[in-house]
């Protein structure tokens, strides 16, 4: 039985060190520019030189003509259903 606890323990050790990986609050986003081709090196480069502080400035990105795919926006709200004078029409 000794060596079954060690091997729990080891789980538990590896388990709680990834959960802070796991849950981490920051997003990955992903860049495009509409309409351009572009090389994946350009990317990269204006990437590292909106980059301060180990953290992507957004804006820089933007002003560049970089758009995120990854939404701010709200999600829109449900769509209801048509109301008729007999009640609603699904």
């Known amino acids: 039985m000794p060596g079954m606890t060690g091997r729990y323990g080891l789980l538990l050790v590896v388990a709680a060190s990834l959960i802070p990986v796991g849950c981490s609050s920051e997003r990955d986003r992903q860049w ?9 090196t350009e990317f990269n480069r204006d990437r590292d030189e909106c ?5 992507l400035d957004e804006q ?3 002003q560049r ?6 939404s701010d926006r709200e999600p829109p709200p449900p769509v ?3 109301q008729t004078p007999r009640g609603p029409r699904y």
Do not use: D, Q, S
Not at 32 to 40: A, E, I, L, M, R
Not at 51 to 55: A, F, M
């Open 65 to 70: 003509g970089w758009v995120p795919l990854t």
């Open 32 to 40: 495009y520019k509409p309409g351009t081709n572009y090389t994946v």
């Open 51 to 55: 980059t301060k502080g180990r953290e």
């Open 60 to 62: 820089c990105m933007k």
């Open 80 to 82: 209801r259903p048509a």
